[in-house]
Nanobody
């Protein structure tokens, strides 16, 4: 299983980033997918999840109303569009295949 996240970087408060995760080594279209983050303040947080066909999308904590998860099964990717970013969104973001396959993550820094 490989989960390659990309798209992180430095952004000012109020800005946007789009993270992408490229998956390989498993039946992607048969698997729910998650985005999880590790922040300095709160440690590991569950951010969002998406069902196999993308018809069910859930958001947790402060991600609600600001983040949008999507997937493209033909390309084997799962994305996280993040808008209205705040300094407390700073952290490393991981795509995760349940129950416990993680990629290396991508670093997001929200700072002026």
């Amino acid at each position: 299983v490989q989960l390659q996240a990309s798209g992180g970087g430095l952004v000012q408060p109020g800005g946007s980033l789009r993270l992408s995760c490229a998956a390989s080594g498993f039946a992607f279209s048969d698997t729910h997918m998650n985005w999880v983050r590790r922040t300095p303040e709160k440690g590991i947080e569950f951010v969002s999840e998406i069902s196999k066909e993308g018809e069910i999308r859930n958001y947790y904590g402060s991600a609600q109303g600001r983040f949008t998860i999507s997937r493209d099964n033909s390309r084997r990717t799962v994305d996280l569009q993040m808008n209205s970013l705040k300094p407390e969104d700073t952290g490393r973001y991981y795509c995760k295949r349940p129950p416990n396959d993680w990629g290396q993550g991508t670093l997001v820094t929200v700072s002026s």
